[in-house]
């Protein structure tokens, strides 16, 4: 899997010198942050989308019955969805879904359950719309993250907890729930009348034969559930492509459709079309090659920490293309963690507290690039690192 070097030309957000000197004191960074790709995309979406191009006429279009042949085609051959078209809408992102979701179905300062560290827009989204965030840690054992389960109990049978945002695959700590699990999150929330947000955009990426189970199939089980999705991350195409949301349940949908109508949030655009259709119905050989490349830069870094007895620890990711590495055996501060590693490696990773303060001590570092890259950012970062040991 080729890594692009065109790439360097455009202007990345990852890469913006001010972004770079606010977050990391310093423009001179080796950016391994933000969850983009550093790869050539599938070139049958790149074809399609200059085919697309030379033809003049960008007014407004509609999704040809070819569009919904090849997502039907695609849903159900990767995650045995059947997706029923009624029960699907359009979104310009997932964290407007989410937002509009919590809008229009809680009160002002009702909880959202949150499992931190997760994904760092989830607490936004609730501060945004006014809602109380009512934190489930993920517990850590044996370098293994897990939902406890006896604590979101807990905050499940407060009334005035109304939902629960699930995060799988769960960035940043890389878990794919399993089916167990999701059951027990399901009896929970049946039990407790808790409405469910799965954001599943990271489903593409799964590791190491780790099985992903979408949410959608506890749709017979319990109806408050909505499923937030889309194929951005898992084909690099975040800067055109929007987003998905599938809600089995007509009174649920009607609602949330209502508020999206309102705001007319509904449309897409013809290259996000365009660029999808392709990868639904040729981009399953790259997406297995990218899987296979991101696997090794896992096995790459696992082999690295190993082999030098490092301090570091690295919680293998079932999922995504990020992985989650522990410093809690060389640091006590997780500033001053961060500011050493930064300083001394020059690479740009996510300080684990941007995620909650349960990820303090941790990072969170993007390996979506080369084995080359990979090998030698570990390197630097080990070297920084037993500079403080
Ligand atoms: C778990 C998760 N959800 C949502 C997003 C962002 O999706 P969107 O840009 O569609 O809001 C990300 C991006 O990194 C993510 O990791």
């Known amino acids: 899997m080729n890594v692009d070097k065109k790439l360097e030309e455009l202007p990345l957000t990852k890469s913006k010198p001010e972004t770079l000197l606010s977050l990391f004191g310093n423009s001179d960074i080796l950016p391994m942050w933000v969850a983009d790709m550093e790869f050539e995309i599938d070139g049958s979406i790149q074809d399609s989308l200059i085919k697309r191009i030379s033809n003049s006429g960008f007014g407004y279009e509609y999704k040809p019955e070819s569009f919904f042949a090849a997502q039907t085609k695609w849903y159900k051959g990767q995650y045995e969805i059947d997706l029923i078209r009624d029960q699907v809408f359009n ?19 009702d909880g959202v359950i949150i499992q931190p560290p997760v ?22 054992v044996d370098r293994h993250y897990k939902i406890d389960f006896q604590d979101l109990e807990e905050k499940a049978k407060l009334d005035s907890n109304r939902v ?18 999701l059951e027990r999150v399901i009896v929970i929330c049946m039990e407790n009348n ?36 889309s194929e951005a991350k898992t084909f690099n195409l975040c800067g055109i492509s929007d987003s998905m949301a599938i809600i089995p349940d007509e009174d649920l949908r009607n609602s949330i459709i209502s508020t999206f109508k309102k705001y007319n949030l509904g449309r897409t655009n013809v290259l996000t079309r365009i660029a999808l259709e392709a990868a639904y119905e040729n981009g399953g050989v790259w997406l297995s090659d990218l899987i296979r490349t991101i696997e090794k830069n896992v096995n790459t870094i696992e082999h690295e920490i190993s082999n030098t007895k490092s301090k570091i620890k690295l919680i293998k990711p079932e999922g995504t293309y990020q992985v989650w590495l522990d410093f809690r055996n060389v640091y006590r501060d997780t500033k001053e963690m ?16 941007w995620f909650g303060r349960e990820g303090a001590l941790f990072m969170r570092m993007n390996i979506a690039t080369s084995n080359e890259k990979v090998l030698k950012s570990i390197k630097s970062i080990m070297k920084a690192v037993h500079q403080n040991v």
């Open 91 to 109: 979104s310009p992102s997932i964290t407007t879904t989410i937002s509009v979701v919590i809008e229009n179905m809680t009160s002002e300062n």
């Open 119 to 140: 994904f760092m827009e989830f607490k936004d989204v609730i501060q945004g719309t006014n809602r109380k965030i009512v934190k489930n840690p993920l517990k850590l």
């Open 164 to 181: 629960l945002i699930l995060c799988n695959p769960h960035n940043p700590v890389g878990r794919v729930w399993t089916k167990t699990e």
């Open 194 to 229: 808790i409405l469910l947000i799965s954001d599943e955009i990271h489903k593409d990426i799964i590791l190491f034969d780790n099985q992903f189970t979408s949410i959608w199939n506890y749709a017979g089980k319990w109806e408050k559930i909505v499923i937030c999705t």
């Open 338 to 353: 961060f500011s050493h590693i930064t300083e001394n490696s020059r690479i740009g990773m996510n300080a684990g507290h």
